[in-house]
């Protein structure tokens, strides 16, 4: 699975809007928006927050391996 299409899955299965997941974990809702259309992909800060967030509410999620993947 592509990297937008976890963190879409991810957010679903929070039952966040693309717009409170984002402020969940610092970022725009453009950002999100772009992550999961694959127009862009986090950086260094987004993604430790990102993990930060997994982390905070119990939720297995490895990022930089997913990033690694879709390169």
Same mark, same amino acid.
């Given at each position: 699975?592509?990297? @937008? %299409?976890e963190i +879409? %899955?991810?957010r &679903?299965?929070?039952?966040? !809007?693309?717009t %409170?997941? @984002? &402020? *969940?974990? $610092?970022? !725009?809702? !453009?950002t999100? /928006? &772009?992550? *999961?259309? $694959? +127009? =862009?992909?986090p950086?260094? +800060? @987004?993604?430790? &927050?990102?993990d930060?967030?997994?982390k905070?509410? =119990?939720? /297995?999620?490895?990022c =930089? *391996?997913?990033?690694q993947?879709?390169?």
């Amino acid at each position: 699975m592509k990297f @937008a %299409d976890e963190i +879409k %899955d991810l957010r &679903r299965k929070c039952l966040l !809007s693309q717009t %409170d997941f @984002a &402020r *969940e974990i $610092g970022v !725009s809702f !453009s950002t999100v /928006n &772009r992550w *999961e259309t $694959g +127009k =862009s992909k986090p950086n260094y +800060k @987004a993604l430790k &927050r990102l993990d930060e967030y997994c982390k905070k509410n =119990s939720i /297995n999620f490895v990022c =930089s *391996e997913l990033i690694q993947e879709d390169e």
